[in-house]
């Protein structure tokens, strides 16, 4: 009945929600294993410093972008690494423009920036000529991402800071992180903040939910088994095992405030060595 029910209301553009606690009431479930010293409210205060470093600067340059500050260190970080060799960049969300621009600006001159909306004006803000492109579709189509990235991919970096929807996250990251998503590159999701805020909340499971699981995946070759079974030299020692391709391929799950970010890897089986 509730699946129904959920259904019913995702058809009339209404709330589809699970009702998570900490959704409904606004407070915060913590588990009794945490010792009270760590979870007592303590006052935070506002920021007052801007960011100091260059994509900071190229921002401050530009006009039509909208951008919280504590995330050009995240950005830096993990984009940093990219920037010296021509990539292709796939941004979910267009808006005005200007972060399109903002991240030409910030790579290899020689990278191609594609940015995706469901906003047809939004074309305008393509610049072909310096390899910026802006293509027009949602990004809860699968089909429509298969286009872009048979047109534009495989993509290095993946910037999903579109609708910020729950069900658009999820669907955008299960249609690109396989196929879409190069071996070494870096899947980012922005903005999940509002896997908490009721609006946007329109899936049974969050964004956050379904990241909270791929910490699970990420250690997947461990379930049911023994230290022995990844020893070096061991007569038990596994050679192969079958996992999830989530497992198989996730190199490491950076959580920050507001941002999860994805590095695709190839993986090998864990070794151990006793000397």
Known sequence: MRKLLNKLLVKFGLLIIKAPTLLTDKSLTTSDSFPLALTEKVTVDEATDTPENELFDIFSADTNVHKWHH????YTKHFEA???????????GVFRGGSLRMWKDYFHPDSTIVGIDIDKTCKDHEIADRKVFV??????????LAEVTAEFGPFDIILDDGSHKTHHQNISFGALFRDALTDGGCYMVEDVHTNYWLKHVDSEDTFIDLSKQMIDMLHE????????????G?????RHMELSYLAANIGSIAFYDSIV????????LPKSELR
């Open 82 to 92: 990219y920037r010296n060799y021509p990539i292709r960049m796939l941004e979910i």
């Open 221 to 232: 070759p461990y379930f049911d088994r023994k230290e022995t079974d990844f020893r070096h």
């Open 135 to 144: 293509r027009i579709g949602s990004q809860a189509d699968p089909d429509f």
């Open 261 to 268: 970010v994805f590095d695709k890897k190839k993986r090998v």
């Open 234 to 238: 061991h007569p038990d020692a596994a």
């Open 71 to 74: 995330y050009f260190d995240i």
